[in-house]
């Protein structure tokens, strides 16, 4: 027995180990895919950030080229005619109470309908799928005529209901499917603990609704917080604009200033990196929650 | 603690009738224990008393009171889920204490309850532990807590011990017969291992197709059974039945022949009237063969199950459903393949009608 394991590893070692060389070669290349991916994804990024240190005279020579240094006058302009924090504020403000409205009526509107498993309730869930299927542009028009006559426009009360009624069919839909894999043990249990439909929701659907709150609440923020169309069209007032229509007013009619553009597209997509820094965590554990028990 | 009614009760889901017209009275205090193979309707007719189902036709009291429509938590009736049902998010204290804060009991009454419970079920070391960090054991523990410090007239159990493991499941059965004894509760359990049955309950109701087969002690399940189906159910390894015919009622004794058994006549003790030539079963139980008995018959032993202190011996014959179980003990134990001489008394045999299934007394 012995004898035959020496003859083993004696073998073993006259020659190159191939399953190890080529295992080892195709992690090499799956990661070089992937790092290449990555890079072509962040080169729009590393590039507006390489913008927007150069001065006016480097981005004309030399307009892909790194910067001398780091200039931050084209930072210190930017924020001081962009009114930065203004507009920051009002993004934050807008997409934090289309957060709350859609994260509320969407869990709350979620629970019947993961729970009811009738015709009503499949239509509904229908009609909400026609809602996330149509294009924003379409709906365009009739909330502004709609919120003309009604007196919203140029409010923030108009942009955040219309923000949250466009994103509420995507609420229902991930509060649906998530509540609908909830035991519904829970809910008898709860029921024999003298719950009535509105505390078993409130003490026992929603604590368990955190971790895809967090994705959803993610997917939001960048449709909100990155949307043009609706501020453009809904908010006139300039003390009301969001912070992507403050970067816009650096496109002119006739050209661009690209010494105040960039740094304030930097300053525009900043705030919202940090959030999805901070509750990254969170966010990953609510987009994989249901994949394993 | 009170006792529980059951009148003429049904349910139906559209036009399918799952539970149809079950009497039944469960005394104050009595472990009842609901069993029957799937799909019997056990299950449903404990979530039926629990309120989680409506009950179509029929009323059910619970300590007198008319409870057939009412709410579940106003029922006085705690439930034991086989999923344990625990609310993830709360720690052991607060899963134990959220009904009776929702109640508007006060704090101190609730943490007297709480810690009494935590107590009763050794869990006191467990109180600030989400149900993940729990175990299994642990987990039906705080969901019988959750059920205790309710106080209510009657306990519910829906297959509690199915997800545990054997050793854990014996170990949980003996704990729910110690708590029902300190309780003094009404108990009802439901679960499709009549082994559990057999060993906690004061009373076994059987269940098939959504209607009472019989209901009494497990003794009497045991030993008196009505019906084929008890007969087989109650007891593991199950009875033995066997084609026979009965040959003649002569002076007050009946005669049958078991093919099976030899040629010899069986007497059963019998005092309802059979004709010749009427064809019945005959039960026998695998530990009634024993090495002295009246008759004898010989069997062709093809699987032995040696358990230790008990062995099984398995016959199997062509076109029989069920091989003829034999209980050996002692040091006497065959070898597979050999042929085996058993000795039974024929007084232990129950006759069965060949068509209904009743029991022939």
Redesign the interface.
């Known amino acids: 027995m012995s004898l035959t394991e020496t003859q083993t590893t004696a073998r073993a070692h006259t020659g190159p180990d191939w399953d190890f060389i080529t295992r080892r070669a195709k992690s090499i290349l799956v990661h070089g895919i992937v790092l290449a991916l990555v890079g072509i994804m962040l080169l729009p990024l590393i590039y507006m950030v390489m913008m927007s240190f150069k001065t006016s005279t480097e981005i004309a020579q030399d307009p892909l080229g790194l910067p001398d240094s780091l200039y931050w006058g084209n930072y210190m302009a930017a924020l001081s005619s962009m009114g930065y924090v203004r507009s920051v504020l009002n993004s934050l403000g807008i997409t934090l109470s289309v957060i709350v409205v859609v994260v509320f009526a969407g869990a709350m509107a979620a629970y019947p309908l993961a729970r009811l498993q009738n015709r009503t309730s499949r239509v509904i869930v229908m009609i909400m799928a026609l809602g996330l299927a149509t294009p924003n542009f379409v709906t365009i028009t009739p909330i502004y005529v709609i919120f003309r006559d009604i007196g919203l426009l140029d409010s923030y009360l108009g942009i955040v209901l219309a923000f949250a009624a466009l994103k509420l069919p995507l609420a229902v839909f991930f509060y649906t499917s998530f509540i609908a894999a909830i ?1 519904m ?2 809910e ?8 009535n439909n509105w ?1 078993i929701f409130w ?2 659907i929603r ?2 609704l ?1 971790p895809v709150t967090a994705t959803l609440s993610l997917f939001v923020m960048i449709m909100v917080w990155n949307d043009f169309i609706y501020p453009l069209l809904l908010l006139t007032d300039k003390d009301k604009l969001t912070v992507m229509i403050a970067v816009y007013k650096f496109v002119g009619n006739t050209g661009i200033d690209p010494t105040k553009l960039f740094p304030a597209a930097v300053l525009g997509s900043l705030p919202l990196l940090l959030m999805f820094a901070v509750f990254q965590r969170k966010i990953m554990a609510g987009a994989t929650a249901g994949a394993v028990k | 603690m009170a006792e529980l009614s059951l009148k003429q009760a049904v349910k139906k889901y559209g036009n399918v009738q799952v539970v149809h017209g079950v009497d039944l009275e469960v005394e104050d205090g009595d472990f009842c224990v609901f069993v029957g193979p799937s799909g019997c309707g056990k299950s449903t007719l404990l979530r039926m008393i629990a309120g989680l189902e409506e009950t179509s036709d029929g009323r059910m009291t619970i300590g007198g009171r008319d409870v057939t429509h009412m709410d579940p938590a106003k029922r006085g009736v705690s439930m034991v889920f086989q999923t344990y049902a625990l609310y993830p998010h709360m720690t052991v204290r607060e899963n134990m204490s959220f009904g009776l804060k929702i109640g508007k009991t006060p704090k101190a009454e609730i943490a007297k309850k709480v810690d009494e419970a935590a107590r009763i079920l050794k869990l006191t070391d467990y109180m600030d532990r989400k149900p993940k960090a729990l175990s299994g054991g642990q987990r039906q523990r705080v969901a019988i807590g959750r059920a205790i410090v309710r106080q209510p007239d009657v306990f519910l159990f829906d297959e509690p011990l199915s997800n545990l493991d054997a050793e854990l499941r014996v170990e949980m059965r003996v704990e729910i017969a110690k708590l029902h004894k300190q309780l003094g509760a009404t108990m009802i359990y439901v679960t499709h291992d009549q082994v559990e049955a057999m060993t906690m309950a004061d009373k076994i109701v059987v269940l098939r197709d959504g209607r009472i087969e019989q209901a009494g002690s497990p003794a009497k399940l045991y030993d008196d059974p009505d019906n084929l189906f008890v007969a087989g159910f109650i007891g593991s390894p199950r009875m033995n039945f066997f084609d026979a015919t009965v040959m003649s009622t002569d002076n007050g004794q009946t005669m049958v022949s078991v093919p099976r058994l030899g040629d010899a006549p069986l007497p059963v003790q019998v005092t309802q009237a059979l004709v010749r030539g009427q064809q019945v079963k005959v039960g026998l139980r695998p530990e009634h063969f024993a090495a002295d008995g009246a008759m004898q018959a010989s069997l062709d032993i093809d699987v032995i199950e040696n358990l230790g202190g008990v062995s099984y011996a398995y016959s199997s014959f062509e076109g029989e459903a069920h091989p003829v179980i034999v209980e050996l003990r002692g040091a006497a134990r065959p070898s597979k393949g050999g042929r085996l001489t058993v000795s039974f008394d024929p007084s232990a045999a129950l006759v069965f009608d060949d068509d209904s299934g009743v029991r022939i007394r």
């Open positions: 035991p043990e829970l008898e249990a709860a029921r024999l603990d003298n719950c505390q003490h026992v604590p368990l955190a």
